[in-house]
């Protein structure tokens, strides 16, 4: 099942967007914050024997029943970042460096972080 794997993985990404954010790359910091999540997500649901697919990290969680709302939150928040943090098309000007900021890079992290905690707790 390599959920290890998975959650080391999730916890290295999370890693990579703390060094986004401290560099100043706020929209990466913010999509590698959405993808650790996702990463994290998916192997707890891999551990429970569920296959799923997709990117909504909002989507994945509600398939687990004692997922609480405040972490329903944090991932449909992540979830609003995974397109606009990488394509200029969802601005009318300008691209996503422009949105992104160190505010909303450590909301985030800090997002991704409370995700894998849950998750942590979930596995024992």
């Known amino acids: 099942m390599r959920l290890k794997d998975w959650i080391e993985q999730a916890k290295r990404t999370i890693s990579s967007a703390e060094h ?7 929209e990466d910091a913010a999509f590698l914050s959405h993808h650790a999540a996702m990463l994290a997500v998916t192997g707890l649901l891999t551990r429970k024997g569920i296959i799923s697919t997709g990117q909504s990290v909002y989507y994945l969680l509600r398939q687990i029943e004692t997922a609480k709302q405040d972490i329903l939150h944090k991932a449909r928040l992540l979830d609003t970042f995974y397109t606009p943090s990488r394509y200029p098309y969802c601005f009318e000007k300008g691209t996503p460096k422009d949105y992104f900021d160190e505010e909303i890079a450590k909301e985030a992290i800090n997002s991704a972080k409370a995700i894998l905690e849950y998750i942590e707790t979930e596995l024992g």
């Open 20 to 26: 986004s954010s401290q560099g100043g790359y706020f």
